[in-house]
């Protein structure tokens, strides 16, 4: 069965640096889009970055574009959300997001209604 598992969340201050990393199993991660949402306390998911199944194309919410950068490693079966120079509004719960059904395509979602699977989520808190 399909996995998704997020690891490298935690507990930052503001200005600083946090990798995420999600560990794929279960399908042919190689030939799917792939992308990462939110969930701030108290508001509704939202979308933060995505890339095409061989990186070829990476789309980025406009409120992280430039800070945060999405990759990949097909033979790890691993996505990566590096996330640089932090902020309070960037607190909430991170989740990996698999589109399985958006095969060898340079485009990618941003709507979270075209990811299949999903990650169990992992908090992320950035202090002032």
């Known amino acids: 069965q399909v996995q998704l598992v997020e690891s490298g969340g935690g507990l930052v201050q503001a200005g600083g640096s946090l990798s995420l990393s999600c560990a794929a199993s279960?399908?042919?991660?190689?030939?799917?889009?792939m992308g990462w949402f939110r969930q701030p306390p108290g508001k509704e998911r939202e979308f933060v970055a995505a890339?095409?199944?061989?990186?070829?194309?990476?789309v980025y919410a406009d409120s992280v574009r430039g800070r945060f950068t999405i990759s990949r490693d097909n033979a790890k079966n691993t996505v990566y959300l590096q996330m640089n120079a932090l902020n309070p509004e960037d607190t909430a719960v991170y989740y990996c997001?698999?589109?399985?059904?958006?095969?060898?395509?340079?485009?990618?979602?941003?709507?979270?209604?075209?990811?299949?699977?999903w990650g169990q989520g992992i908090p992320v808190t950035v202090s002032s």
């Open positions: 997001a698999a589109d399985t059904r958006n095969n060898y395509r340079n485009y990618v979602n941003k709507n979270s209604v075209n990811y299949d699977y």
């Open positions: 279960g399908w042919s991660f190689s030939n799917s889009a």
């Open positions: 890339i095409s199944y061989n990186g070829g194309n990476k």
